[in-house]
């Protein structure tokens, strides 16, 4: 697996194939238990199996599957531990890597974006990525003024694939969220592609990453690579010297990293807006680079991938956004009530008892209640199971809400941020990063 697959029949039957694979598996499964062997020990093996099969094609067809792969990944903390256990190894593994393409078409994109002397501009490039993702991979190379640089190429095709992946995963939303339970997948791709085409717009990219190393530029904890050039196809940054992500944080790191590089995460995602009238709506972690320090101890934290963002209208965080956060979490259900229709979040004929708005959302402002909140995988599948559970009496809340569309990429983001501090077990300084930066949260003075 060397490139792009093209052929939009051969990518719409791998990914066809993926819910066929998991009934075909149940059926042998069956078999199996009718043959003494244990049921638990059948489902474990079934599961290890499909999440093989799901995050292996997920990850070889990269595109809009591989996209859709690592979005589930930044969830996967919501999902019991015995759906999770076999899955975790194959989702981690979708935040920090992907097969890589031909060195050739890494020249033929510098070629058509620079000019024909695109060598005297870029005068080193490294044969082998040093990253590769979704709809593109990094080379690392040398400017002419000296800078290492990060030299960043889409994939031949991957507009196309983007969009047919997309729309193939829709029509089998149904089937593959029997792989996943626990997770609503068609809102999930819907979100997905409503943002394929500013994902593919590299001069787009460009420019908000440019805003944002000017933003913070300087500061003690987070660094974001300055742009040198962008094409259609290619994006050149300045080179950041990291050989981790928070996903080996995820995966190995001790309790200080995790609640250090918690902290700084949390940082970034709320003071981004006000410094620069967006919101970084990519939270998964090969987005967010560890930067080693000389003692060993953690350090600073660099922010990649500046394809996805939310544009604020307003140039920051909505102020009712805080507010109502604030409402929620000194438990006043009727002032909750009214915000969230004066948001739109309640439509105006739609009746829902204050009480049981209240005590659905609860839970989810809980980090605010104390100064300092432990996330863990146990406290996300515990959200996630009582929302999804008929029996509970907060249960038919969720089906009155409505989520407008001025808020679905700050929701995706704020839901995926915090599967990703699920993931981590940070300790975080939750409430006071609220109070300092959350327009609204602050009480009023």
């Given at each position: 697996?060397?490139?792009?697959?093209?052929?939009?029949?051969?990518?719409?039957a791998?990914?066809?194939?993926?819910p066929?694979?998991y009934?075909g598996?149940?059926a042998?499964?069956?078999?199996?238990?009718?043959?003494?062997?244990p049921?638990?020990a059948?489902?474990v093996e079934?599961?290890?199996?499909t999440?093989d099969?799901?995050?292996?094609?997920?990850?070889?067809?990269?595109?809009?599957?591989?996209?859709?792969?690592q979005?589930?990944?930044?969830?996967?903390a919501?999902?019991?531990?015995?759906?999770a256990g076999?899955?975790r190894?194959?989702?981690?593994?979708?935040?920090?890597?992907?097969p890589?393409?031909?060195?050739?078409l890494v020249?033929?994109?510098?070629?058509?974006?620079?000019?024909?002397?695109?060598?005297?501009q870029?005068?080193?490039?490294?044969?082998?990525?040093?990253?590769?993702a979704?709809?593109?991979q990094?080379?690392?190379?040398?400017w002419h003024?000296g800078?290492?640089?990060?030299?960043?190429?889409?994939?031949p095709?991957?507009?196309d694939?983007?969009?047919s992946?997309?729309?193939?995963l829709?029509?089998?939303?149904?089937?593959?969220?029997?792989?996943?339970?626990?997770?609503?997948?068609k809102?999930l791709?819907e979100?997905?592609?409503?943002?394929t085409?500013?994902?593919?717009?590299?001069?787009?990219?460009?420019?908000?990453?440019?805003t944002?190393a000017?933003?913070?530029?300087?500061?003690?904890?987070i660094?974001?690579?300055?742009?040198?050039?962008?094409g259609?196809?290619?994006?050149?940054?300045?080179?950041m010297?990291?050989t981790?992500?928070?996903?080996?944080?995820?995966?190995?790191?001790t309790?200080?990293?995790?609640?250090?590089?918690?902290d700084?995460f949390?940082?970034?995602?709320?003071?981004?807006?006000?410094?620069?009238?967006?919101?970084?709506?990519?939270?998964?972690?090969?987005?967010?680079?560890?930067?080693?320090?000389?003692?060993?101890?953690?350090?600073?934290m660099?922010?990649?991938?500046?394809?996805?963002?939310?544009?604020?209208?307003?140039g920051?965080?909505?102020?009712?956004?805080?507010?109502?956060?604030?409402i929620a979490?000194?438990k006043?259900?009727?002032?909750?009530?009214e915000?969230l229709?004066?948001?739109?979040f309640?439509k105006p004929?739609?009746?829902?008892?204050?009480?049981?708005?209240?005590?659905?959302?609860s839970?989810f402002?809980?980090?605010?209640?104390?100064?300092?909140?432990?996330f863990?995988?146990?406290?996300?599948?515990?959200?996630f199971?009582?929302?999804?559970?008929?029996?509970?009496?907060?249960?038919?809340?969720?089906?009155k809400?409505?989520l407008?569309?001025?808020?679905?990429?700050?929701?995706?983001?704020?839901?995926g941020a915090?599967?990703?501090?699920s993931?981590?077990?940070?300790?975080?300084?939750?409430r006071?990063?609220?109070?300092?930066?959350l327009?609204?949260?602050a009480?009023p003075?």
């Amino acid at each position: 697996m060397t490139e792009l697959p093209r052929k939009a029949v051969a990518r719409t039957a791998r990914l066809a194939a993926l819910p066929l694979g998991y009934a075909g598996r149940n059926a042998i499964g069956l078999g199996k238990r009718i043959g003494g062997k244990p049921a638990e020990a059948v489902m474990v093996e079934i599961q290890q199996r499909t999440a093989d099969q799901l995050f292996r094609t997920l990850g070889e067809l990269k595109g809009g599957a591989m996209k859709f792969g690592q979005a589930l990944s930044v969830l996967e903390a919501a999902l019991p531990d015995e759906v999770a256990g076999p899955y975790r190894e194959q989702l981690t593994r979708l935040q920090d890597s992907a097969p890589p393409m031909p060195t050739q078409l890494v020249r033929d994109a510098l070629e058509r974006d620079l000019g024909p002397d695109w060598q005297s501009q870029l005068v080193w490039l490294d044969g082998g990525p040093t990253a590769a993702a979704s709809i593109g991979q990094v080379h690392k190379g040398r400017w002419h003024d000296g800078r290492e640089v990060a030299v960043k190429v889409q994939y031949p095709g991957a507009g196309d694939a983007l969009r047919s992946d997309l729309k193939q995963l829709s029509r089998l939303a149904r089937t593959i969220g029997s792989l996943v339970p626990g997770v609503d997948i068609k809102p999930l791709i819907e979100e997905l592609q409503a943002r394929t085409e500013d994902e593919l717009d590299y001069r787009l990219e460009a420019d908000a990453q440019r805003t944002f190393a000017a933003a913070f530029r300087g500061d003690p904890d987070i660094s974001i690579p300055d742009v040198l050039s962008a094409g259609d196809t290619t994006l050149i940054t300045e080179w950041m010297d990291s050989t981790s992500s928070l996903a080996a944080v995820i995966a190995s790191g001790t309790q200080e990293e995790r609640d250090h590089y918690g902290d700084l995460f949390v940082r970034f995602l709320v003071t981004g807006p006000e410094r620069t009238g967006m919101l970084h709506a990519d939270p998964h972690p090969g987005n967010y680079r560890i930067l080693p320090t000389e003692d060993g101890r953690p350090g600073r934290m660099g922010v990649l991938d500046f394809g996805a963002v939310a544009r604020l209208p307003e140039g920051r965080l909505p102020t009712a956004m805080g507010s109502l956060i604030r409402i929620a979490e000194i438990k006043d259900d009727a002032q909750l009530l009214e915000g969230l229709r004066n948001e739109k979040f309640v439509k105006p004929n739609v009746k829902i008892d204050p009480a049981l708005l209240l005590d659905y959302l609860s839970p989810f402002v809980e980090p605010t209640r104390v100064e300092r909140f432990r996330f863990s995988r146990e406290w996300m599948q515990g959200q996630f199971q009582r929302v999804n559970n008929p029996r509970d009496p907060s249960y038919t809340i969720a089906l009155k809400l409505n989520l407008p569309p001025s808020y679905l990429l700050i929701h995706r983001t704020w839901l995926g941020a915090i599967g990703v501090l699920s993931q981590l077990q940070a300790e975080v300084a939750f409430r006071q990063i609220l109070t300092e930066h959350l327009p609204g949260f602050a009480e009023p003075s």
